[in-house]
């Protein structure tokens, strides 16, 4: 039974039961984990994102056993219209309250579509367009991980600092690729760079050999790859057979994961920047989960996708435990009430956009000399905090916030 009925609540109350010992009643929640299963984005994502989102729903019942949480999960395949089908039939058909992950851009926005004024929430842990909470802002929506306009303005004020003034954007042909070259020209022109130049270049490609040559000779400090999972490692690579490593350039992976820098091979991706909010050798915590997830995951160690659908899913489950309900627009409310101790990303506010704001990392690819086995990959080099990586609320263009300000 999902929600308790007045009756039952009326005679608990009857007997002096309280408020939270109510809340605390069996309930049940279902959680469907949408995302890419078999493209380019399924190593990042995919099987890992179900077993983080599995191990939040069990340590959840452990300390609450009379709530009972079902995840579920599906392939998206990348496409908008097969994202939404599934969003619909999970939601009209089988009673799944949540919907979580949903890596790439263009099916995360579609899904928000589908939940927006209903019952039933979005859980952004790895869609990374920060239209999500910027025009097309929900109350059915958060984002937990980050955004484009985070990944971008992270490493583009680091790299402007350090001397990068002078860039190329490779981007994926995509919500998510245009995204981060929009979010990344902002704050490179504001910090006095300049961007020579970008290309688009199609999803789950293999040949960049003609993109890379077009950043070759544009003669930028910076080539930033505006792309994500397998993308991104085929640039990596193919940056490399061309010999751009050796010109002393810098290269930046905008939305990158240790997974693909793991797929890279580090003589490969030394020196390569990226940022991102959790690493598993950040500190005690984060190495502790890891640990757990690796047992579970083939030996694998977690991406900051899987951490976010972890992290986010149990803060949701805390939420709806607090708010006595499955209805998404009510557990959001009780998530954006107070800031939350995460273990995982440090304290994390909500805000009244749906933007989870919390520490962004910037990281370095080591050399291999440096590296003390196969997952030791990244050394961090600097830290922003949440206010200063993600976007000022008041510019995002949320209606949600803009009605507020005029109430």
């Not at 005679?11 to 408020?19: D, I, R």
């Not at 303005?153 to 042909?173: E, M, N, P, Q």
């Not at 070759?216 to 930033?224: E, T």
Request: aromatic fraction near 8%; charged fraction near 20%; hydrophobic fraction near 40%.
């Amino acid at each position: 039974m999902k929600i308790l009925s007045s009756i039952l609540g009326l005679s608990l109350l009857a007997v002096g039961v309280s408020a939270p010992a109510l809340a605390e009643t069996a309930r049940a929640m279902k959680i469907g984990i949408l995302n890419d299963a078999s493209g380019p984005y399924s190593d990042n994502a995919g099987e890992g994102s179900v077993t983080a989102a599995k191990m939040a729903a069990e340590d959840f019942m452990l300390q609450h056993p009379g709530f009972k949480v079902e995840i579920v999960s599906a392939d998206h395949q990348n496409k908008a219209d097969v994202g939404a089908a599934i969003a619909r039939r999970w939601i009209d058909q089988d009673n799944v309250d949540a919907i979580a992950d949903v890596p790439n851009s263009a099916v995360g926005l579609a899904i928000n579509e589908v939940v927006r004024g209903g019952k039933v929430a979005l859980i952004a842990s790895s869609a990374a367009s920060s239209d999500l909470t910027g025009k097309y802002c929900s109350p059915n929506t958060i984002q937990w991980t980050f955004d484009t306009w985070a990944a971008s303005h992270t490493i583009g004020s680091y790299l402007v600092r350090h001397g990068g003034k002078k860039w190329y954007f490779i981007a994926t042909d995509n919500a998510l690729g245009k995204s981060m070259v929009r979010d990344g020209t902002s704050v490179i022109d504001a910090g006095g760079g300049t961007v020579l130049g970008s290309v688009n270049v199609p999803i789950n490609n293999s040949d960049y050999a003609s993109f890379i040559l077009q950043a070759d000779g544009s003669g930028a400090d910076v080539i930033a790859f505006a792309t994500a999972g397998g993308d991104t490692v085929n640039l990596i690579k193919q940056s490399s057979e061309f010999g751009l490593k050796q010109s002393g350039r810098t290269f930046a992976a905008l939305l990158t994961t240790t997974n693909d820098v793991e797929a890279s091979g580090l003589a490969v991706g030394q020196g390569l920047i990226i940022t991102q909010p959790f690493y598993w050798d950040l500190n005690d915590a984060s190495r502790a989960w890891s640990s757990r997830f690796s047992e579970r995951q083939h030996g694998q160690l977690p991406t900051a996708f899987h951490a976010g659908v972890y992290s986010s899913v149990l803060a949701y489950l805390n939420a709806a435990l607090a708010a006595g309900t499955n209805d998404a627009q009510a557990v959001i409310r009780k998530l954006k009430e107070k800031p939350i101790d995460d273990a995982l990303f440090g304290p994390v506010v909500v805000r009244a956009d749906g933007r989870a704001i919390h520490n962004m990392y910037i990281l370095k690819v080591k050399e291999p000399k440096l590296s003390k086995g196969k997952w030791d990959l990244l050394e961090n080099v600097g830290v922003l905090s949440g206010p200063e990586a993600f976007r000022p609320m008041d510019q995002g263009g949320c209606p949600m916030v803009e009605q507020s300000k005029s109430n």
